[in-house]
């Protein structure tokens, strides 16, 4: 059985930074794509950072990049997200996500969300004014 564990979250000032880790059991970093999402209350959950575990470069939603940075370790099943400068507006719910059999690779990294077939729970961030 997959499970993704995402640890983490917690409160900051403005400005201030955050990592953000997802640890796998039952699924394999190695070839996949992996992604992290965000849902603040009332809007739809939206992509942030999404990387091949294979190489090439990630994707960031245009108004995260140089903020957020997505990296992943392959021997350690491990997945992770620093986040820099932090803003209000980044206050959300932020989930870990694996790619199942769909497309991911150098060429193409997924970036909807019903392009990742595991989630895990979730892992708050709030950050203060």
């Known amino acids: 059985q997959v499970q993704l564990m995402e640890s983490g979250g917690g409160s900051v000032q403005a400005g201030g930074s955050l990592t953000l880790s997802c640890e796998a059991s039952g699924y394999t970093y190695s070839g996949r794509c992996m992604g992290w999402f965000r849902q603040a209350p009332g809007k739809e959950r939206e992509g942030v950072a999404s990387i091949f575990t294979g190489g090439g470069n990630p994707y960031y939603a245009n108004s995260l990049r140089g903020r957020f940075t997505i990296s992943h370790d392959n021997d350690k099943n491990t997945l992770t997200l620093q986040m820099n400068n932090l803003q209000p507006e980044d206050t959300a719910m932020y989930y870990c996500?694996?790619?199942?059999?769909?497309?991911?690779?150098?060429?193409?990294?997924?970036?909807?969300?019903?392009?990742?077939?595991?989630w895990g729970q979730g892992t708050q961030v709030t950050v203060s004014s």
């Open positions: 996500a694996g790619s199942g059999l769909g497309p991911c690779g150098t060429w193409y990294v997924p970036h909807f969300e019903d392009e990742y077939t595991y």
